[in-house]
């Protein structure tokens, strides 16, 4: 049996060089084709494992010739990629979530869901990281019944791409030596500061993502028939490079001790740390495909209620939850 072809469209990118990575050190053995999501990217040497390859232009030749279609480069790759191959039966697997507006597009976790994939026809879009991560940790608390809760999403500069940590380290670099600030991505000093919006001339808006990730959550609980209602939830722009930090506040149903809190959250992609442990960073989870939960404590004053601080890898989480769909659309 032949391995299947996987045509990954921006592969140098942030995102792509971590799916790449992680299709390496999985156990389903397949062959990767690189192609670019941008024309300067065509005709570059770049490495695949021990090998050196040759990332060939984006268009229909290639993209045909593929088991199944990765998308994590840039969003107008994503775009051209989707128009040369919507009518296509080759599966499109969007860890860009560039083609989320899209009314075919299906939103897709393996971490998180007990779903089944069809080949072809819709767009499989890879939820966002931080709806993944709410969904692990509500689907283990849902056995005490969820009564109401609030989060708030401290997002990592690399949710913007190698564009995002560059402009970010040199504002960090550039405040010291009290030079102007480059603005091109946030539009609004980043460095040394939180966010809540960015500024008005960013080509990006954390209202859209704080809406993307509403919706990505919702449609991964009613995925799996769940009844939690939906948080009140806001996205704050943090000034770190990598990892999401998430503040989570939940009010149960049921009485529950903190151990009995603490059992309920040992599953798989969850890793728990215990009051006498150190408490999860977004540092620490570097590297890592789960996510970590640590400094549960109850809220002083509604007894039903919890706080959680979880952290997890953006890049890592979305990259292993693209390379499981990769799987499921080649054994169909």
């Not at 770049?46 to 390859?53: C, K, P, Q, S």
């Not at 859209?208 to 939830?233: K, W």
């Not at 953006?314 to 659309?329: D, F, I, W």
Request: aromatic residues 6%; contains cysteine; charged residues 25%.
């Amino acid at each position: 049996m032949h391995s299947p072809s996987v045509a990954i469209v921006g592969g140098e990118s942030l995102l792509g060089k971590d799916v790449r990575e992680m299709l390496r050190e999985s156990d389903f053995e397949t062959r990767v084709q690189l192609i670019g999501a941008d024309e300067e990217e065509a005709g570059r040497i770049t490495g695949e494992g021990d090998e050196a390859v040759v990332i060939t232009p984006l268009d229909r030749t290639n993209l045909e010739s593929a088991g199944v279609i990765l998308l994590t480069g840039s969003a107008a790759g994503s775009r051209k990629a989707w128009e040369l191959m919507k009518a296509g039966p080759v599966p499109i697997v969007d860890v860009t979530r560039a083609l989320d507006d899209l009314p075919s597009a299906r939103v897709r976790a393996p971490y998180a869901e007990r779903g089944v994939v069809e080949r072809g026809g819709s767009p499989l879009i890879v939820a966002h990281p931080a709806a993944v991560a709410l969904a692990l940790v509500f689907e283990q608390l849902e056995k005490f019944g969820i009564r109401r809760s609030l989060v708030e999403i401290f997002e990592p500069a690399s949710e913007r791409g190698q564009g995002g940590i560059d402009e970010l380290h040199q504002q960090t670099v550039r405040l010291f030596s009290f030079q102007s600030l480059p603005k091109e991505i946030f539009d609004a000093q980043l460095a040394f500061a939180l966010l809540a919006r960015f500024g008005v001339e960013s080509p990006h808006s954390l209202e859209s993502t704080e809406a993307l990730v509403e919706r990505h959550l919702a449609s991964l609980l009613a995925g799996r028939g769940s009844r939690t209602p939906m948080p009140s939830l806001r996205l704050v722009q943090a000034p770190v490079f990598h990892g999401y930090s998430i503040s989570a506040w939940v009010e149960l149903e049921e009485e529950a001790g903190e151990e009995a809190v603490l059992g309920a959250l040992a599953a798989n992609r969850i890793d728990i740390r215990a009051a006498a442990e150190d408490s999860p960073t977004n540092v620490g989870v570097a590297g890592t495909d789960g996510i970590i939960v640590g400094n549960v404590r109850r809220d002083r004053n509604i007894h039903r209620a919890f706080w959680f601080w979880i952290v997890t890898d953006n890049l890592r989480m979305s990259a292993g939850n693209a390379v499981e769909l990769v799987k499921q659309v080649c054994a169909v």
